[in-house]
């Protein structure tokens, strides 16, 4: 026996997800993220404080005279 035709519209919520999951396709080894370059000359605070933890911390030295 056949199965009755049911109108995407009327069906339950729970059968339409399961329709829209078989549709989906993956994306394989893509990223769907969208990629760009950072332009140099904007102001990057990480990288503007990994410059200044070693500036000078080093250059005292105890001397007995």
């Given at each position: 026996m056949m199965?009755?035709?049911v109108e995407y519209e009327k069906l339950s919520k729970?059968?339409?997800?399961?329709?829209d999951k078989?549709?989906?396709?993956?994306?394989?080894?893509?990223?769907p993220v969208t990629k760009r370059i950072e332009s140099a000359k904007l102001y990057n605070r990480k990288k503007h404080q990994r410059g200044n933890r070693d500036s000078g911390a080093g250059v005292f030295v105890?001397?007995?005279i």
């Open positions: 199965k009755k035709f729970k059968q339409k997800r399961e329709i078989a549709k989906r396709a993956t994306w394989g080894c893509v990223s105890l001397m007995g």
